[in-house]
């Protein structure tokens, strides 16, 4: 075992892992813990909204820009360790990306799995966070992150799988981010008593909405309220993916905790005891 555990978030692209992992990241690193991030495009096919930002301009180098922002993003979680896996953003379904050769949807799913196995097997997590079957929301590039990190996590524990990539290494606990149906509701209920737009829309029926977890399923929620000015903050770095009239800048005071506050997640499998019924430390057990 290595000397201090280690949280390993694999995300799809620059600004995901501040949007349900922010937190957590910052609070592991707090505590002392190792904590690596691995984003699995470039987020070269995303918005340029930026302020002051012209589209025309930045757009063709936007890997660039996005590769220093996330910098800046993890700089303000304490973060030090991160590796992009290399493939090209995919785009949505149905888009001219989403058929790139070079996109991450369109990656041979062997060697991507390689890809992060070789960092699991070097890094050794006890930890490994990444996204439900869903991609929390469709994405082509987050449903293909859940398939690879899923499938390398416990392709990693089997020394005949990969063997170029290192010595087995079996990550004691897996989970899936998530959003409760009930926080979704909540937040869209506070958003409509004030007259402001959700960026989850105006349903408040659970049964209709779309993306988020059954309340039911969600396992782990981990307090991370001390640390909502630095998530903030890793928000802001993102800047050209984050426009002055953005939801995330402009939450009213009163409704950031219920926002920022608490991270949930499922586990999925954990090789140590859990005693408490709803777990509130992604470490608890090691």
Same mark, same amino acid.
């Given at each position: 075992?290595?000397?201090?555990?280690g949280?390993?978030a694999? /995300?799809? /692209? &620059?600004?995901d @892992?501040?949007?349900t992992?922010g937190?957590?990241?910052?609070?592991?690193?707090?505590?002392?813990?190792r904590?690596? !991030?691995v984003?699995?495009?470039?987020?070269?096919?995303?918005? !340029?909204?930026? =302020?002051?930002?012209?589209?025309?301009?930045?757009?063709?180098?936007?890997?660039?820009?996005?590769? %220093?922002?996330?910098?800046?993003?993890?700089?303000?979680?304490?973060?030090? =360790?991160? @590796?992009?896996?290399?493939?090209?953003?995919?785009?949505?379904?149905?888009?001219?990306?989403?058929?790139?050769p070079?996109?991450?949807?369109?990656?041979?799913?062997h =060697?991507?799995?390689?890809?992060v !196995?070789?960092?699991?097997?070097?890094?050794?997590?006890s930890?490994?966070?990444?996204y439900?079957?869903?991609? %929390?929301?469709?994405? &082509?590039?987050?449903?293909q992150?859940?398939?690879?990190?899923?499938?390398?996590?416990?392709?990693?524990?089997? #020394?005949?799988?990969y063997?170029?990539?290192?010595?087995?290494?079996?990550?004691?606990?897996?989970?899936?981010?998530?959003?409760?149906?009930?926080?979704? !509701?909540?937040?869209?209920?506070?958003?409509?008593?004030?007259?402001?737009?959700?960026?989850?829309?105006?349903e408040?029926d659970?049964a209709?909405?779309?993306?988020?977890t059954?309340?039911?399923?969600?396992?782990?929620?981990?307090?991370?309220?001390?640390?909502?000015?630095?998530?903030? #903050?890793?928000?802001?770095?993102?800047?050209?993916?984050?426009?002055?009239?953005?939801?995330?800048?402009?939450?009213?005071?009163?409704?950031?905790?219920?926002?920022?506050?608490? @991270?949930?997640?499922v586990r999925?499998?954990?090789?140590?005891?859990?005693?408490?019924?709803? =777990?509130t430390?992604?470490?608890?057990?090691?």
């Open positions: 075992m290595p000397d201090t555990h949280l390993l694999i /995300h799809a /692209h &620059p600004d @892992e501040v949007i992992t937190g957590v990241l910052r609070h592991s690193v707090v505590r002392g813990f904590v690596k !991030v984003t699995c495009t470039d987020g070269s096919r995303g918005e !340029v909204v930026g =302020e002051g930002m012209d589209p025309a301009e930045v757009f063709p180098r936007l890997a660039e820009v996005r590769r %220093g922002e996330i910098a800046n993003a993890l700089g303000a979680l304490g973060v030090t =360790e991160h @590796e992009f896996l290399g493939y090209a953003d995919s785009g949505m379904m149905g888009t001219e990306g989403n058929e790139d070079a996109s991450f949807w369109q990656a041979d799913l =060697e991507a799995i390689g890809r !196995v070789a960092i699991i097997r070097s890094f050794k997590p930890v490994f966070v990444t439900d079957p869903f991609g %929390g929301y469709g994405h &082509p590039d987050h449903i992150t859940h398939r690879v990190g899923l499938l390398a996590v416990e392709a990693a524990s089997m #020394a005949a799988l063997p170029e990539a290192g010595p087995a290494w079996r990550t004691p606990k897996a989970y899936y981010t998530a959003i409760p149906k009930s926080g979704i !509701v909540k937040m869209n209920q506070m958003f409509l008593d004030r007259g402001l737009p959700s960026p989850f829309g105006e408040i659970p209709e909405i779309p993306m988020g059954d309340d039911d399923l969600i396992t782990s929620l981990v307090d991370v309220s001390e640390h909502i000015e630095d998530k903030q #903050a890793a928000l802001k770095a993102h800047h050209s993916q984050i426009s002055p009239e953005s939801f995330f800048l402009n939450v009213p005071d009163d409704l950031v905790p219920t926002l920022y506050g608490t @991270e949930s997640f999925v499998r954990s090789d140590v005891r859990v005693d408490d019924e709803l =777990e430390d992604l470490f608890s057990g090691l």
